[in-house]
């Protein structure tokens, strides 16, 4: 596999740190009620993403070591870390969320489990193409998610994982995209397909799993597709290593 040397990772480093600080601006003393009909949509889709948004990330860690260690990177360990607890807090507010309101969190999920062991034994560029993926159309689904409650904390909730899932899509875009464009072209170009394969593969089962939020966020399959290959345009479309350079 043609990995690199990624340099320019001290400003995702510095970002990483800081985010670490900032809780969102969650009105968590706010009294709401949802709906039933509220609950009704949003609650099996809710439950399913707090789940997906939990992970210990010990094999993209442990994958993150070995790249360090095999390029001497100071940064991309902590970094990672850094990401992970980000993770981490995305299923706690959603985790608190659903407490507040009494609803029920899912322990298994089939998605879930066929996304995290595609995750497994790939090796840092796929597990990390596997996960933004799976943020790219989390950028979608959240902003849906947004639309369908009258919860102003819910709302919040979504506003700062947005902001998050963002950053990460930004970071781990450079990062494929420098560790992709030290391929040889044929070898670019298979990783770009796999990767559009898999993307609108994902697109269509997120969209057959939780089109009851989709739908009430306004969007049907074109208009979730085409909002989601929109964001997929935006990190992948012309933008080169922004940031991060790759060295042999
Ligand atoms: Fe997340
Ligand atoms: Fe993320």
Redesign the pocket.
């Known amino acids: 596999m043609a990995l690199r040397k990624l340099e320019g990772l001290k400003a995702w480093h510095q970002y990483f740190s800081k985010n670490r600080l900032n809780v969102g601006d969650i009105p968590w003393g706010l009294k709401e009620t949802l709906t039933q009909d509220e609950r009704r949509c949003i609650g099996k889709s809710i439950a399913a993403f707090q789940l997906g948004e939990y992970s210990e990330g010990r094999s993209l860690f442990k994958f993150a070591q070995e790249y360090a260690a095999r390029y001497d990177d100071e940064h991309l360990v902590e970094i990672t870390q850094l990401f992970i607890r980000?993770?981490q807090n995305h299923a706690l507010l959603l985790k608190r969320f659903m407490g507040t309101h009494g609803m029920s969190l899912s322990t298994r999920n089939w998605t879930d489990t066929v996304f995290r062991r595609l995750r497994k034994n790939v090796g840092y560029e796929l597990s990390v193409t596997v996960l933004i993926t799976a943020?790219i159309i989390a950028l979608v689904y959240y902003a849906a998610l947004k639309e369908c409650t009258a919860s102003v904390v819910l709302g919040k909730i979504c506003d700062k994982i947005l902001a998050?899932?963002t950053a990460?899509v930004e970071y781990e875009s450079e990062v494929l995209n420098c560790i992709r464009n030290a391929k040889p072209k044929l070898l670019r170009r298979a990783a770009n397909l796999q990767h559009r394969i898999l993307f609108f593969g994902t697109v269509l089962v997120v969209y057959r799993e939780h089109r009851s939020v989709l739908k009430r966020g306004g969007y049907g399959l074109r208009e979730f597709r085409s909002a989601c290959w929109s964001e997929y345009r935006k990190a992948f479309g012309q933008k080169g290593c922004a940031r991060i350079t790759a060295q042999a």
């Open positions: 980000e993770e943020e998050d899932e990460h």
